[in-house]
């Protein structure tokens, strides 16, 4: 059987968090820095796993009040009224609006929920020393982590809004609560990615994890 060749780590080779700078420590550094940037450098994120779990808890918890409270109070020929999520996606397909009802679905409801459920299987899989398609657990790891940038949807949403308003389409538009809460998830599963290391998805492929991991 092919032997399998050493990881960056089992080679002595950290990498920069801030820049993506390599660096090989030496054994006088005991605390090593990046010799670009002079960040400190760790085997692997300090706390990645305690870090992820909060943030992750926090933004499920919140994600009841953000599809339970109305995020927007809509005023249109003379009628308001407010709307939760689902309800103000109803209200946009009644007036003919379904491509920005579409959008505000995929935003606020698939794209934050499906963050959070592969989340949760990234944080179990790896706390439970799971082998379990290491590549596939990476990729969807790249998935939710690109998927952060989604939140800049909202200011497309908002902006088609206030055109409308502009336009006497609906006369007014007021944010509630319910947005604070869904603008806090946004947040808060995007720092729950950050903090995750999938470097750790494969440190239970190998044998040998290599140097310890608090330097």
């Not at 796993?49 to 020929?77: C, D, E, G, S």
């Not at 579409?102 to 499906?114: G, T, W």
């Not at 799971?130 to 790891?141: A, I, N």
């Not at 998927?147 to 088609?160: E, K, P």
């Amino acid at each position: 059987m092919a032997e399998h060749a050493a990881t960056a780590m089992q080679a002595g080779w950290m990498l920069c968090h801030r820049c993506g700078m390599l660096h090989r420590p030496t054994v006088e550094e005991v605390k090593p820095h990046c010799p670009r940037c002079r960040a400190a450098l760790y085997w692997r994120k300090p706390d990645s796993l305690a870090r992820a779990w909060a943030y992750l808890v926090t933004a499920v918890i919140l994600y009841i009040p953000a599809n339970t409270l109305p995020v927007m109070k809509v005023v249109r020929f003379g009628y308001e009224k407010s709307d939760t999520i689902l309800s103000g996606i109803r209200v946009l397909l009644d007036g003919g609006m379904w491509m920005l009802a579409i959008i505000v679905l995929v935003a606020s409801i698939v794209i934050p929920l499906a963050k959070m459920v592969i989340m949760a299987i990234l944080l179990v899989t790896v706390q439970t020393g799971s082998r379990w398609r290491p590549q596939g657990r990476t990729s969807l790891y790249r998935l939710i982590d690109g998927t952060g940038y989604w939140s800049m949807v909202d200011i497309y949403v908002l902006a088609t809004l206030a055109a409308l308003v502009q336009m006497e389409v609906i006369s007014a538009i007021e944010v509630e609560a319910g947005a604070s809460y869904f603008g806090a998830i946004v947040v808060l599963t995007m720092l729950s990615s950050k903090s995750f290391d999938p470097r750790l998805i494969w440190d239970a492929m190998e044998p040998n994890n290599g140097p310890s991991a608090n330097p």
